[in-house]
């Protein structure tokens, strides 16, 4: 995992519309 994508998602994450999209995000990424 890619720092900046770790720094993305813990921003983003602050986003419970955006929460979703970080999930599929981390499951394409694996």
Do not use: N, Y
Request: cysteine-free; glycine content about 4%; aromatic content about 6%.
């Amino acid at each position: 995992m890619a720092t900046s994508t770790k720094i993305k998602v813990l921003i983003i994450d602050d986003h419970p519309l955006f929460r979703q999209g970080i999930r599929w995000s981390l499951e394409d990424a694996t």
